[in-house]
Nanobody, 124 residues
Framework: QLQLVESGGGLVQPGGSLRLSCAAS????????IGWFRQAPGKEREGVSC????????NYADSVKGRFTISRDNAKNTVYLQMNSLRPEDTAVYYC?????????????????WGQGTQVTVSS
């Protein structure tokens, strides 16, 4: 069974940090680009960050640049999203997704595999 599973979400105070993990089972992430997306209540799902298959290039939404870092460990078949200096507006369900391309994709529809999401809540 092909599966992506996110973990690491939770409740954190403003200014705090969390590290999300996205682990794949049933397939290898080696040749896939991986994106992190988030969806807040009443809002559309938006792209947060992406990393190419080799890990050599990353993209970030302007709203998270300088605060979030995406990385991958292909040996562990896992991608991470380190989130620092968290703000209340970062509150959302965070999803990871895999696209069958080596480079990051511009459209959500190009991501074939999706996780179930993990809740991140930033609140005092």
């Amino acid at each position: 069974q092909l599966q992506l599973v996110e973990s690491g979400g939770g409740l954190v105070q403003p200014g705090g940090s969390l590290r999300l993990s996205c682990a794949a089972s049933g397939f290898t992430l080696d040749y896939l680009s991986i994106g992190w997306f988030r969806q807040a209540p009443g809002k559309e799902r938006e792209g947060v960050s992406c990393i190419i298959s080799s890990g050599g290039r990353t993209n970030y939404a302007d709203s998270v640049k300088g605060r979030f870092t995406i990385s991958r460990d292909n040996a562990k078949n896992t991608v991470y999203l380190q989130m620092n200096s968290l703000r209340p507006e970062d509150t959302a369900v965070y999803y990871c997704a895999a696209a069958p391309f080596s480079n990051c994709r511009s459209f959500r529809s190009e991501y074939k595999y999706w996780g179930q999401g993990t809740q991140v809540t930033v609140s005092s």
